[in-house]
Nanobody, 128 residues
């Protein structure tokens, strides 16, 4: 059983930056693909970014590509999401997730059902 706890959310002006962190415990962190998803009010949960178990492969939603960067530190059991050039439409609850995904196709990394463990979420609000 893996427990995930997100932190780093908050209120920021458009154009600003935030760094989200997700701390994992209770499992072998390095065996899991880690992902970030977000959910805005009245919308479905959507994929943001993912990183494979080694950190060698990363995947991004088109809407965040070039602005967000996912990284991980297997020694610290943490995954990060650096968010730059934030926009009001980035406002959402951001969730960290862990799953055993070993496929080569990027499609698998974007599907919430592929992730077994989820954090409680952290609110990100971007004001215009």
């Amino acid at each position: 059983q893996v427990q995930l706890v997100e932190s780093g959310g908050g209120l920021v002006q458009a154009g600003g930056s935030l760094r989200l962190s997700c701390a994992a415990s209770g499992g072998t962190f390095s065996r899991y693909t880690m992902g970030w998803f977000r959910q805005a009010p009245g919308k479905e949960r959507e994929f943001v970014a993912a990183i494979n178990w080694s950190g060698g492969n990363t995947y991004y939603a088109d809407v965040v590509k070039g602005r967000f960067t996912i990284s991980r530190d297997n020694a610290k059991n943490r995954v990060y999401l650096q968010m730059n050039s934030l926009k009001p439409e980035d406002t959402a609850v951001y969730y960290c997730a862990a799953g055993e995904i070993y496929y080569s196709s990027s499609t698998y990394y974007t599907e919430p059902a592929r992730y077994k463990y989820w954090g409680q979420g952290t609110q990100v609000t971007v004001s215009s």
